[in-house]
């Protein structure tokens, strides 16, 4: 498959079969094959490209198909070294808590009285079913936004309007503007729960005190389904999975 990680200078793909059953077509669309080519020029030209080409499409890895329950969905990814790794708004443990995770955290202990981590990776909320899915999937170097309108934002939504119509009663976290854009996707057959964005900038303007998480599980719950853990384990074991084949 020609896929945009390719492009990226690195061809060890991850993408879970459910997911690759799904939006695969899409990416050998003309406008993915115009991504592909655009990022392969951008490595060309020097470009550090994040996340590295087998982490892009992490979240769809992480996250099967048919074991979403959540969905959160971020803008691009960190933009640091070191920092992306397939996962919106997650870090590898060791490297410092992004501020807007660092919100986000607050609020889960406002709301639930979890304490934060001692990391910032949330690959166990990942396997627990909550799909951390960017609406862009690649980043430049110290340049935000940079890939913005280059054609993830197509992929995104066919990963949005696969999950609207095989899945139903799905719960929808959509934080700021731009990831309230993909709510015109959904037809109404799940929670969706909106609020600003979890940006230092933002938080104060109506983040903090959303109860998104209670309200996410309470909705599970009416639903039948188990609500999510939003607890985290400490770094090592976190490290651990991240280790593990």
Not at 34 to 42: I, P, Q, T, V
Not at 91 to 120: F, M, R, T, W
Not at 137 to 142: A, I, P, R, S
Request: charged share 20%.
């Amino acid at each position: 498959m020609n896929t945009p990680p390719e492009a990226a200078g690195d061809d060890r793909v991850r993408l879970h079969p459910s997911w690759k059953a799904r939006v695969g077509e899409h990416l050998l669309q003309p406008k993915m094959r115009e991504l592909a080519d655009f990022l392969r020029a951008r490595k060309a030209a020097g470009a550090r490209i994040y996340p590295p080409g087998p982490r892009i499409f992490a979240a769809l890895d992480a996250t099967p198909f048919d074991e979403v329950k959540v969905v959160i969905l971020g803008q691009d990814p960190y933009h640091g070294p070191g920092q992306a790794h397939g996962l919106c708004f997650s870090v590898a443990p060791g490297l410092p808590v992004p501020p807007s995770l660092q919100n986000i955290y607050k609020e889960i202990q406002a709301d639930l009285g979890i304490p934060p981590p001692d990391h910032g990776c949330l690959l166990p909320w990942a396997r627990r079913g909550v799909l951390l899915l960017n609406a862009v999937l690649t980043v430049e170097d110290g340049q935000p936004g940079a890939h913005q309108g280059k054609g993830w934002e197509g992929f995104t939504d066919a990963v949005v309007e696969a999950l609207d119509r095989e899945r139903e009663g799905l719960v929808f976290m959509l934080w700021g503007s731009y990831a309230q854009a993909k709510g015109k996707l959904l037809r109404g057959r799940h929670c969706v729960l909106r609020a600003p964005h979890p940006s230092p900038l933002s938080a104060h303007r109506g983040f903090f005190g959303c109860g998104h998480f209670g309200k996410a599980n309470r909705w599970l719950a009416g639903a039948g389904l188990a609500p999510v853990d939003w607890s985290l384990p400490g770094r090592a074991e976190v490290e651990a999975m991240l280790a593990a084949p």
